[in-house]
């Protein structure tokens, strides 16, 4: 069974920067990682998936409101995927969770159902 733990959330100024990290546990070999992604839930709204990766590290997707600001990237030897959050603004303010699929993927694939989550990371970004 996979399981997530992630860190690195916190309180920042816009303009500011923070790495959210989530490692996975219970897969065995870097060739069984799946596909990961980072979703965000604020205050009275929707979740919404933010980034994603496919299993080879090598294709990445990003929301249109974290393009250009958001950066994920994955060690599969440390099973640890990351995001990097440049250009923080007060709407990233939310809580942000780390989640698996079983599939294992090298590619961009926007149909990629998620089976595991994080506990959830909080993200506060003051103006």
């Known amino acids: 069974e996979v399981q997530l733990v992630e860190s690195g959330g916190g309180s920042v100024q816009a303009g500011g920067s923070l790495r959210l990290s989530c490692t996975a546990s219970?897969?065995?070999?870097?060739?069984?990682?799946?596909?990961m992604a980072w979703f965000r839930q604020a205050p009275g709204k929707e979740r919404e998936q933010v980034v994603a990766i496919d299993s080879c590290g090598t294709s990445e997707w990003e929301a249109d409101s974290v393009r250009g600001r958001f950066t994920i990237s994955r060690d599969n030897r440390r099973h640890t995927i990351y995001l990097q959050m440049t250009m923080l603004k007060p709407e990233d303010t939310a809580t942000y969770y780390c989640?698996?699929?079983?599939?294992?993927?090298?590619?961009?694939?926007?149909?990629?159902?998620?089976?595991?989550w994080g506990q959830g990371t909080q993200v506060t970004v003051s103006s």
């Open positions: 219970g897969w065995s070999v870097p060739a069984e990682n799946g596909y």
């Open positions: 989640a698996a699929s079983s599939l294992a993927w090298c590619g961009m694939r926007r149909d990629v159902q998620y089976q595991t």
